[in-house]
């Protein structure tokens, strides 16, 4: 049997005013990642299927976006704003393809899954022409009430048009379709705008389909499934939700949250085997963290691969591009930024290293810096194996310290240091007998002569 292909059209068009922000709403982010991002991830991908992300005029960190979490999504500029039945014919050109199946999905849905994608492709296999989307509302106030009439789906009554049985109803509508590929477009391009707004309503599709005498079903899912994001209050409530979700997954995978609430995740965290996370660890995107590593309290990770067995924090910082080698010790206020810190390493304290690899074994005192900015550019430290960096060191970029070396405490480094070398970079110390008590009292005079 020949695979069934299918085109997924994700709207994503909506300025996102009540958002308050300049940012289209699509790309706000939840869990680390774009709102768009999470349901083009559910979108269904492979062999048979593609994909069409409809964006507003002007917008294209929008489309931006859609490339580079789905590099074979195509894009679709919907110029006007004439309800979402116009916004789906805006890539009329990938609908005129042909797929078998035809979902349409919103651009601002990060919680829903590629199941329930594929539970509502599911009945267009077995003669339906539309398949709906529903939830059970707790308050179905405001939402189109769905009228299934036996097992059928009659109408999407809107709150207004809605007769006071009707209004009864909780089954509410949660905008996403799937159409039946081959009849799909002839059936949007009957969808007229007699209406108040005079805008072209997808939901208008239902009745279509059944003057048509063709079938409409129903497939319910998770009110929290289908949340859709208008505001910042409900941005904050996806992410909750998305939060609660993650910590469950990561709990279930082996992974000891000491206190999960506490614990911020990002929607690609990658776990190894017989983690530990202390309380109140931020993981931001891009983040793996190997077998038995420990996350220690109130430390903040993001796009770095922690090794097996390593202990971080607790307060620590790892910023993007950090690599941290199996064993690896990273302290107390300590912050990496672009460093690959091979095996072994010991940065217990107080310390920056930045745009350094650091080799396996190396010991870097409290206070050691990575001078790696001149103002103007970026420049490299390189530390050798088993190297040892005294306490208060500044290591100022582009510098190598060799294999072995040792590095006494209070040097500012600015010369290459060979293999088994050490160095010390001190102004010699002077002491003036007296001195102390000649200079409080010079100051205490002084002082007595300002009047205070």
Do not use: W
């Amino acid at each position: 049997m020949t695979a069934r292909t299918s085109l997924t059209v994700v709207l994503a068009a909506g300025e996102g005013t009540r958002m308050r922000s300049s940012l289209p709403k699509v790309l706000h982010p939840v869990a680390g990642q774009a709102l768009l991002a999470h349901v083009l991830n559910a979108a269904a991908s492979g062999e048979g299927s593609q994909l069409a992300v409809v964006i507003g005029p002007d917008h294209e960190a929008v489309a931006a976006e859609a490339r580079r979490v789905r590099p074979d999504a195509q894009t679709f500029v919907q110029r006007e704003r004439l309800g979402t039945a116009h916004a789906v014919l805006a890539a009329r050109e990938a609908i005129a393809g042909g797929a078998d199946d035809l979902l349409v999905a919103f651009g601002d849905t990060p919680l829903i899954s590629a199941e329930t994608f594929a539970r509502l492709r599911a009945p267009l296999r077995d003669g339906a022409a539309l398949a709906v989307l529903g939830f059970q509302a707790a308050d179905p106030t405001g939402y189109g009430r769905l009228v299934v009439e036996n097992g059928r789906l009659v109408a999407i009554r809107e709150q207004a048009d809605a007769s006071p049985e009707e209004r009864k109803i909780t089954l509410c509508n949660a905008g996403v379709m799937a159409f039946d590929g081959r009849k799909a477009l002839a059936i949007i391009e009957r969808i007229g705008n007699a209406n108040a707004k005079g805008e072209y309503y997808l939901t208008d599709a239902v009745g279509i389909v059944r003057e048509l005498g063709l079938e409409a079903v129903v497939i319910e899912t998770s009110e929290d499934e289908v949340r859709g994001i208008n505001t910042k209050a409900q941005l904050a409530e996806a992410e909750a939700v998305m939060q609660a979700r993650l910590r469950k997954q990561a709990l279930e995978a082996g992974v000891t949250l000491i206190a999960p609430d506490t614990v911020h995740l990002a929607a690609d965290t990658k776990f190894g085997k017989d983690v530990t996370i202390e309380p109140f660890v931020v993981i931001g995107p891009g983040v793996s963290i190997d077998d038995g590593a420990v996350i220690h309290s109130f430390s903040h990770i993001v796009e770095a691969k922690v090794g097996k067995k390593v202990s971080v924090g607790p307060y620590a910082r790892l910023r993007p591009g950090t690599s941290l080698g199996d064993g690896a010790r990273i302290g107390n206020f300590v912050e990496t930024k672009a460093a690959v810190l091979e095996a072994g390493v010991k940065v217990n304290h107080l310390s920056y290293v930045g745009d350094a690899h650091v080799g396996a074994n190396s010991n870097l005192g409290a206070g050691t810096i990575t001078c790696n900015y001149d103002g103007f550019l970026k420049h490299k430290t390189l530390i050798g194996e088993g190297a040892f960096v005294g306490t208060n060191s500044s290591l100022v970029a582009p510098v190598t310290i060799g294999k072995g070396a040792y590095i006494g405490s209070g040097s500012v480094i600015t010369k290459d240091v060979p293999d088994d070398a050490m160095s010390i970079e001190r102004s010699e110390q002077s002491i003036r007998e007296g001195g102390a008590a000649r200079y409080r009292a010079a100051k205490l005079k002084e002082k007595a002569a300002k009047g205070k």
